[in-house]
């Protein structure tokens, strides 16, 4: 796929307005050179006035979500200089204060200067009067310890770097100076700086060329596969005599090492490498804008079928996973363990359908179905047929209350909060489609 990053500074300051609006900070992050300077002459006392480097710009952007929920810039007016690599943007932002609800109306002007398609020199003049207070507590400090991993020169094989947390693992690292090899059937070359790389995991073929100088792996099991013990296990061993000292397993808060799917790759990851994690996360709140059968019913009927029952689920952001993903991929100290993770809330079907009606303003509701019905969806819907039974004995054994809990890993691991489903809800709620047409 073609970078289509936008390159003149006015349409790359406004593609980073539009990044911003969408949450995708790593993405807003990634606009900027390597070597960036950003400036902030009226920041208030104890929040740094200059950051050198983009991986001082991401350590200070880590959980800006969780302060500030951003709804629109109603004015933006970008002026040019005599310098055509330069513009000065004038712009009103508005949105909430996140922890307080307190309104916030604030107006910036930025002088920003482009080279190579990037931004190399950022002075942001903002009004610091305005800021709520909540937000002031919790402003960015110049003592702030220094961001996670910042490049040290480690190589990262990413696979599934296409997917849901493997392309926000990506972008994190791009941000943060890292090399990084994403794995993909198609090498799909996605405009985020890293390196795209062949890769099927059917095809031996692709292993040892995507391992070359990588020495830590980020792991994402095939897709639909009911035993990738049966193709990861051979690569595991290829990937620790490459040189891989660290590997970081994506599995599932439903399975534990040893168990059925990814168990049987999380107990190989533990004795096969010196520094592991397994990540545990339970389910994906991007299942209900995303693409996936959720999702789609929600759009097309205003509904969530399930096999749940009343079970209520720890429903987690994938950009939550992916930050604890970081984390243990880059920490001086590997976690050698595994992490469950989960969202703040427990919630059942029922109330994540409340959520999204409330927010939408759409009738949506949760509609309970046997465990045979689920299974047969899934595999209509194209999963293979074990892998649809297993997915829908998941959801029996929500009904039983098995995944009714929450953790604290996202905090502990990344110093901040996980996202809420009602902020996540709100901040997509236009993927949830419009309302059904009445019929008459």
Same mark, same amino acid.
């Given at each position: 796929m073609p970078d289509l990053t936008p390159r003149s500074p006015a349409d790359l300051y406004r593609h980073g307005l539009r990044l911003l609006l969408d949450k995708d900070i790593d993405g807003w992050v990634a606009l900027s050179d390597e070597n960036v300077v950003f400036e902030f002459p009226f920041a208030p006392e104890g929040a740094p006035k200059r950051l050198e480097g983009r991986a001082a710009l991401a350590g200070y952007m880590?959980?800006?979500?969780?302060?500030?929920?951003l709804?629109?810039?109603?004015?933006?007016?970008?002026?040019?200089?005599?310098?055509?690599?330069?513009?000065?943007?004038?712009?009103?932002?508005?949105?909430?204060?996140?922890?307080?609800?307190?309104?916030l109306d604030s107006s910036y002007i930025a002088v920003v200067t482009v080279r190579n398609g990037r931004i190399t020199r950022y002075r942001d003049y903002w009004n610091p009067l305005v800021m709520p207070d909540s937000m002031r507590a919790a402003a960015p400090s110049a003592a702030a310890p220094a961001?996670?991993?910042?490049?040290?020169?480690?190589?990262?094989?990413?696979?599934?770097?296409?997917?849901?947390?493997?392309?926000?693992?990506?972008?994190?690292?791009?941000?943060?100076?890292h090399q990084v090899r994403a794995a993909s059937r198609g090498a799909v070359d996605q405009g985020d700086g890293a390196t795209p790389v062949r890769f099927d995991w059917d095809d031996p073929s692709t292993h040892d060329d995507a391992l070359r100088g990588a020495d830590l792996l980020y792991l994402v099991p095939p897709t639909?596969?009911?035993?990738?013990?049966?193709?990861?296990?051979?690569?595991?061993?290829?990937?620790?005599?490459?040189?891989?000292?660290?590997?970081v397993l994506l599995s599932s808060s439903?399975?534990?090492?040893?168990?059925?799917?990814?168990? *049987?790759?999380?107990? +190989?990851? &533990?004795?096969?490498?010196? /520094?592991? @994690?397994? #990540?545990?996360?339970?389910?994906?709140?991007?299942?209900?804008?995303?693409?996936?059968?959720?999702a789609d019913t929600i759009r097309a009927e205003g509904s969530i079928l399930t096999a749940t029952g009343e079970g209520r689920v720890g429903f987690v952001d994938a950009d939550d996973i992916a930050a604890v993903a970081?984390?243990?991929l880059l920490d001086a100290t590997a976690p050698n363990t595994d992490l469950i993770i989960t969202g703040p809330q427990a919630l059942s079907y029922g109330e994540i359908a409340a959520t999204v009606a409330r927010?939408?303003?759409?009738?949506?509701?949760?509609?309970?179905?046997?465990?045979?019905?689920? *299974?047969?969806?899934? +595999?209509? &819907?194209?999963?293979?047929? /074990?892998? @649809?039974? #297993?997915?829908?004995?998941?959801?029996?054994?929500?009904?039983?209350?098995?995944?009714?809990?929450t953790t604290g890993t996202v905090e502990a691991i990344t110093g901040r909060p996980p996202r809420s489903f009602a902020a996540y809800a709100a901040a997509h709620a236009d993927s949830f489609g419009k309302a059904p047409a009445v019929r008459a």
């Amino acid at each position: 796929m073609p970078d289509l990053t936008p390159r003149s500074p006015a349409d790359l300051y406004r593609h980073g307005l539009r990044l911003l609006l969408d949450k995708d900070i790593d993405g807003w992050v990634a606009l900027s050179d390597e070597n960036v300077v950003f400036e902030f002459p009226f920041a208030p006392e104890g929040a740094p006035k200059r950051l050198e480097g983009r991986a001082a710009l991401a350590g200070y952007m880590r959980g800006y979500t969780d302060h500030i929920d951003l709804h629109d810039f109603p004015y933006v007016e970008i002026h040019r200089t005599e310098d055509p690599e330069t513009v000065v943007a004038e712009m009103r932002g508005i949105g909430l204060a996140a922890a307080s609800g307190a309104p916030l109306d604030s107006s910036y002007i930025a002088v920003v200067t482009v080279r190579n398609g990037r931004i190399t020199r950022y002075r942001d003049y903002w009004n610091p009067l305005v800021m709520p207070d909540s937000m002031r507590a919790a402003a960015p400090s110049a003592a702030a310890p220094a961001p996670i991993g910042s490049g040290n020169g480690s190589t990262v094989l990413v696979t599934g770097a296409t997917g849901n947390t493997g392309s926000r693992v990506v972008r994190r690292l791009v941000a943060l100076g890292h090399q990084v090899r994403a794995a993909s059937r198609g090498a799909v070359d996605q405009g985020d700086g890293a390196t795209p790389v062949r890769f099927d995991w059917d095809d031996p073929s692709t292993h040892d060329d995507a391992l070359r100088g990588a020495d830590l792996l980020y792991l994402v099991p095939p897709t639909g596969a009911y035993d990738p013990a049966a193709v990861m296990l051979p690569f595991l061993k290829r990937a620790s005599a490459a040189g891989v000292r660290r590997a970081v397993l994506l599995s599932s808060s439903a399975i534990p090492a040893g168990g059925p799917g990814a168990g *049987r790759v999380h107990q +190989a990851v &533990a004795d096969t490498f010196g /520094e592991w @994690a397994v #990540l545990r996360p339970s389910w994906f709140m991007q299942n209900f804008t995303d693409r996936h059968p959720h999702a789609d019913t929600i759009r097309a009927e205003g509904s969530i079928l399930t096999a749940t029952g009343e079970g209520r689920v720890g429903f987690v952001d994938a950009d939550d996973i992916a930050a604890v993903a970081v984390h243990a991929l880059l920490d001086a100290t590997a976690p050698n363990t595994d992490l469950i993770i989960t969202g703040p809330q427990a919630l059942s079907y029922g109330e994540i359908a409340a959520t999204v009606a409330r927010i939408t303003g759409r009738a949506v509701h949760h509609t309970p179905i046997p465990y045979e019905r689920m *299974r047969e969806r899934l +595999a209509a &819907a194209g999963i293979p047929a /074990e892998f @649809a039974a #297993l997915l829908a004995g998941m959801d029996r054994s929500i009904a039983d209350g098995a995944e009714d809990r929450t953790t604290g890993t996202v905090e502990a691991i990344t110093g901040r909060p996980p996202r809420s489903f009602a902020a996540y809800a709100a901040a997509h709620a236009d993927s949830f489609g419009k309302a059904p047409a009445v019929r008459a």
